[in-house]
């Protein structure tokens, strides 16, 4: 049974940094990609910030978090990292962490192409707050 549970969110200002974390239980991160969202209110779309190859370490960032997040992984524990800084007002969301346990084709992850629906598995989110 796969597990998601992410870790790390709170209240920072504007300029600050914050560093998410992800466990997942129930598979092994070996080549597989996993994912980082953001929703930023009740009825916004999630938006994929970060991707991740566990093998390749090759990664995908959009233009809005591009140079200020770096995701990563240590496979060894089963984590996932997610890295802010130089954190805006606008970054403020709820923060989730998505896993795929199947094989992943190292370019379909770090191009970007994986979307909402292809992660099969959720965390339950943690808040991230940046005031101005």
């Known amino acids: 049974q796969v597990h998601v549970a992410e870790s790390g969110g709170g209240s920072v200002q504007a300029g600050g940094s914050l560093r998410l974390s992800c466990v997942v239980s129930g598979f092994t991160l070996r080549r597989h990609c996993m994912g980082w969202f953001r929703r930023q209110g009740v009825g916004q779309k999630l938006e994929n910030v970060a991707?991740?190859?566990?093998?390749?370490?090759?990664?995908f960032y959009p233009d809005s978090v591009k140079g200020r997040f770096t995701i990563s992984r240590d496979n060894a524990k089963n984590v996932v990292y997610l890295q802010m800084k130089s954190l805006k007002p606008e970054d403020t969301a709820m923060y989730y962490c998505a896993a795929d346990s199947a094989i992943s084709p190292e370019n379909y992850c770090s191009g970007g192409y994986y979307a909402e629906s292809d992660f099969p598995f959720w965390g339950q989110g943690t808040q991230v707050t940046v005031s101005s």
């Open positions: 991707a991740i190859h566990t093998d390749s370490g090759g990664t």
